[in-house]
């Protein structure tokens, strides 16, 4: 397994760099769709349906319909201003009631574990502001500096990246006091403390060597630890939907590391709190 860990990230990530960077807008947007529906795809196991291909039908629709309503040509997203930017709020306050429902788990599932609208409706305020967010970092100063975006989106995966590291080793080593021990007994408090010490040092390593501006040291300290809380808890919703679901893996698309949605799991929640932040402070 770990075997197969390393193979499959060794071949995914420089992949997933270069489609950053080097793919057209439009291409992007087309990866970056797929990957979201593919994403919406392993969702569908977490509702009671009987048939999973009728269950696209409403998320196929609600991106398709996104890409009809919002700008796509990275100028026009680049120019939203903060009250445009609606789906990055959505995001927003959706990992706030997400988080509260993992924290108080398993109490909270008592409201909505039986009823497949909730968690269909849930799915959708996971990956939509997901798919958005990545769409209108990539879109930041675009005509004046194209790869500036790609950046952004970069430094957000190597936070989240640092985080997750962090976390596991720090946890490992001083783990004592449990996050959130019915949903994920392995995550502590202290794993949290040395992911957001190491994703902090990686952010500020990363904006320095890449060139990326933020206002002032003070914000980007406080875009990072936001966003690495945002990333630990966006771990613990999907734990917390697998969980209910009796899922261990969302699907075994990568070799090693399970479905999409276990790749993507912190990043749903880390980039639209990420982007929220970066676009209204900087």
Known sequence: MLKQ????AVILAPLVIAGIFFLPFPAFIAALAAITLIGFWEWT???ETKSRVVAMIVPVISLGASLCFMPTDPQALSALTSSHQGMLLIGGVWWLVASALAITYPRSAVGWSGISSLKYLFGLLTL???FWSILM???VNYLETPYHGAKLVLLVCLLVWAADTGAYFSGKRFGKHKMAPAVSPNKTIEGL????LLAIVVTWGGAALMDIPFASVGSLLFIAVVTVVASVLGDLVESMFKRVSGIKDSSQILPGHGGVLDRIDSLTAALPVFALLYLWLV
């Not at 860990?5 to 499959?8: K, L, Y």
């Not at 403390?193 to 957001?196: F, H």
Request: glycine content about 12%; cysteine-free.
């Open 5 to 8: 860990r390393i193979i499959t």
């Open 45 to 47: 196991q977490f509702v």
């Open 193 to 196: 403390v040395g992911g957001a």
């Open 128 to 130: 939509l502001p997901f």
């Open 137 to 139: 970092l990539r879109a």
